[in-house]
């Protein structure tokens, strides 16, 4: 009987040390995926930051005028009391609404012939 008990005692035990060792492997496991993670949100804000700076630089008057110069057609800035008069065309936002309804056409097909993307948690 005193053999029995020392077993299930010792059974009770390796049990408890399992599902401890257990816990600590899932933790280790979580600090490490953190640690992923904060890497990739650093890089994900280093390349923002970069991209930032690109379109502050493409968007710069000097750059704008580079390119204005670059197609060979003279453009002069109106001053005040300029009268500038305009041809007589389809109003912009007509050419917007062609476009788009070509747009919404072609992305209604697209959708039709590709398959949905569900998203899935990423289980590691």
């Given amino acids: ?3 029995s008990k020392y077993f299930i005692f010792l059974l009770l035990l390796m049990c408890f040390g399992l599902l401890y060792t257990h816990q600590q492997f899932l933790l280790i496991k979580a600090n490490y ?3 992923k993670c904060e ?5 994900l ?3 923002n930051r970069r991209l930032m700076y690109n379109v502050t630089a493409l968007e710069s008057p000097a ?3 580079a390119k204005l110069k ?3 057609v003279i453009y002069d800035m109106p001053v005040r009391w300029t ?3 305009r041809s007589k065309s389809r109003p912009v936002y007509e050419f917007a609404k062609v476009t788009e309804r070509r747009n919404v056409v072609l992305e ?3 959708n039709f012939l590709t398959a949905k993307a569900e998203a899935y948690a990423i289980e590691n």
């Fill in 1 to 3: 009987m005193r053999l």
């Fill in 33 to 35: 995926s953190m640690e």
């Fill in 39 to 43: 890497a990739e949100i650093s890089h």
């Fill in 45 to 47: 804000l280093d390349h």
């Fill in 63 to 65: 750059n704008l005028e």
């Fill in 70 to 72: 670059a197609t060979g």
């Fill in 83 to 85: 009268v500038i008069k």
């Fill in 108 to 110: 209604n097909i697209v």
